[in-house]
């Protein structure tokens, strides 16, 4: 069983988060942003990531946001640069194959 846990949040976060929820630009930020507050309404931490949220996310994903919030409020749960899948294709990366490509082509002709 998911252990209980007590959310407490201040009236000006709980305003901030709903702001977040209701109105941020980026979708994932407004996830974030409900899964907090659905566990700040008493739902567990396990529920809101089995089935109260856009798509199925871990507990412990859930448990992060949370902590990330409580240290760094909002821009903790902004996704921080170099972060996420690198690029398949890559401008740079094609360049210096093409780079390497010419220089073998010319040593052997």
Partial sequence: MDSPFALELTAAQVQELEQVRDHHPKAYM?????????????TSRRQVAKSSLLKPVRRETVQCWIV???HDGVAG???????GRKPAFSPCASRHA???RRGTRGGAS
């Fill in 98 to 100: 093409e780079r390497r």
């Fill in 68 to 70: 990330r919030y409580q």
């Fill in 30 to 42: 407004r996830v974030k942003a409900a899964g907090i507050l659905k566990v700040w309404s008493g």
């Fill in 77 to 83: 749960l902004l996704v921080q640069p170099g972060r």
